[in-house]
């Protein structure tokens, strides 16, 4: 399985941006997907997360009510959509795909990865 982050990009305060994941190779329809996100120095972060059906998403605090995480089984594509960036936002965006049809925050519990799309955000 490889999957394949893109969207990133250079945005202002308060823009928007939406990040697409897609899963080539075999498809990952019947598992959770989670975006995580990374800067230098700290430790990858969890973002967000949506079930293999869509039913069950979970959002990190720090973006929640401005995140949005979707998924199209048929395109084989999940999607985060990010409203009101914040500086703090400024990141490699990293979508992954669980071991299982579920997905939690635990990095661990993702076995693919993709190789991440850059965001940065200006103020």
């Known amino acids: 399985v490889q999957l394949q982050a893109s969207g990133g990009g250079l945005v202002q305060a308060g823009g928007s941006l939406r990040l697409s994941c897609v899963s080539s190779g075999r498809t990952f329809s019947n598992n959770g997907v989670g975006w995580f996100r990374q800067v230098p120095g700290k430790e990858r972060e969890f973002v967000s997360s949506i079930s293999w059906n869509g039913g069950s998403t979970s959002y990190a605090d720090s973006v929640k009510g401005r995140f949005t995480i979707s998924r199209d089984r048929v395109k084989n594509t999940v999607y985060l959509q990010m409203n009101s960036l914040q500086p703090e936002d400024t990141a490699v965006y990293y979508c992954?795909?669980?071991?299982?049809?579920?997905?939690?925050?635990?990095?661990?519990?993702?076995?693919?990865w993709g190789q991440g799309t850059e965001v940065t955000v200006s103020s």
């Open positions: 992954a795909s669980a071991r299982s049809s579920t997905a939690s925050v635990a990095p661990s519990s993702y076995r693919y």
